[in-house]
């Protein structure tokens, strides 16, 4: 891929190959824990093997020249680098300006400009951490062809969520960047967002396979009722630090939470923050489970945190539903679940591997003749964290 990526830019930019570097940064897949990152508890993803390929080389002068052979249409974008603000008109490549805005701010110099190429291989919707393979690899970039030796993954996953935030108006939480630059082949990560502590968990798969599926029902609402959650659970925590001294819903137990959960005054902020606090419970129990090999308790975990989201969070949908329960029926499927968001997009599935077939071809054909839709099936693989390829 690397001498494709390289053939490609100089398509597109011309001139020698000589300085032209090229990097990957992976997508990822969130095992369990879901929305639980805002609400500083853990979460449990994995660097997957695609992800989106960069080359970069630098320019004499201070212009940025940005081009993506996922959006051939828009033409090579060229930014002056003290013109790096949001525009609208600039579209994807807001992504890419504002992570060296980013680090501007953060006062680390960008003394000249680079001509970048980025090639995407997540497909868009899926809500597999695309935006932010986009955006570590562009820090990537920078750290290496600028040398901030003192800038960590750790920052560049931080620096991209911070574009996010910020630059893009998002307010997403660090798991995706951070498992993007963080990854390690063979193992997920466990992560505790509220102090970015982690451990690798090896995830021995002998003889299963992660499923993902794309229900193709369009999330046209998920923003509003993304931060509706999270303010339920803002005002959820609030009530609860009046008899218990906490920082965030992560930090309790589920039994603790009984026993104070009469404070919150609202039925629905109740089910909000059981869900932040149960989610977070079972995702370290999965973690536990997978360090002593027990991926059956790992996939029961995974099917209990789908129908948390489904009735405490209610953050998913009739398709997500259906697809969960023809996962289910199926001999070999050791878990499944909806995935990210929620209001449409993916399920996850941990399926044996000997049932790989028939979970695509029943679940398949019983999801389109149950909804009108027809799903799309990735298996994925495990692999490693942003990199430059050598």
């Not at 659970?233 to 008899?243: D, N, Y």
């Not at 969960?324 to 029926?329: K, P, S």
């Amino acid at each position: 891929m690397k001498q494709q990526v390289i053939d490609k830019f100089l398509d597109i930019y011309g001139g020698p190959e000589q300085g032209i570097k090229v990097y990957f940064a992976p997508g990822r897949v969130n095992l369990i824990g879901e929305h639980t990152d805002y609400n500083g508890g853990h979460v449990f993803p994995c660097a997957i093997t695609i992800g989106t390929y960069a080359a970069a080389r630098k320019r004499p002068d201070g212009m940025f020249r940005f081009y993506s052979l996922n959006y051939p249409e828009a033409g090579v974008l060229e930014v002056p680098m003290e013109k790096l603000e949001y525009r609208q008109e600039d579209g994807w490549a807001n992504y890419s300006k504002g992570v060296i805005d980013t680090f501007r701010k953060k006062n680390y110099p960008v003394r000249r400009g680079l001509d970048l190429f980025y090639y995407g291989e997540i497909p868009k919707g899926l809500g597999l951490g695309s935006s932010a393979s986009l955006e570590v690899v562009t820090g990537l970039i920078l750290r290496d062809m600028m040398e901030y030796t003192d800038v960590s993954m750790v920052d560049v996953s931080l620096f991209a969520q911070l574009t996010e935030n910020e630059y893009i108006g998002n307010r997403c939480g660090i798991m995706d960047p951070f498992t993007s630059a963080m990854g390690k082949k063979g193992n997920a990560l466990l992560l505790d967002t509220s102090d970015l502590s982690y451990i690798y968990v090896p995830l021995k798969l002998s003889h299963e396979r992660i499923i993902i599926t794309n229900s193709k029902k369009e999330r046209a609402v998920v923003e509003a009722e993304y931060e509706k959650r999270r303010k339920e659970c803002e005002t959820a925590l609030m009530e609860l630090q009046q008899v218990i001294s906490i920082r965030s819903l992560g930090e309790l137990t589920a039994e603790v939470f009984e026993e104070v959960q009469e404070m919150i005054k609202d039925p629905v902020r109740v089910r909000r923050a059981r869900h932040a606090v149960t989610e977070n419970q079972r995702t370290i129990q999965a973690a536990e489970a997978l360090e002593k090999g027990d991926i059956h308790e790992f996939g029961q975990l995974m099917n209990a945190s789908h129908l948390s989201l489904k009735e405490d969070y209610e953050v998913s949908c009739p398709e997500l539903d259906i697809l969960v329960e023809e996962a289910w029926d199926i001999d070999g499927v050791l878990g499944s679940r909806m995935m990210g968001a929620g209001f449409g997009g993916c399920t996850v599935s941990i399926v044996d591997e000997d049932a790989v077939n028939e979970f695509i071809t029943r679940v398949g054909k019983n999801y389109q003749e149950r909804t009108g839709l027809t799903p799309e099936f990735y298996v994925v693989d495990i692999g490693s964290g942003a990199g430059r390829l050598s």
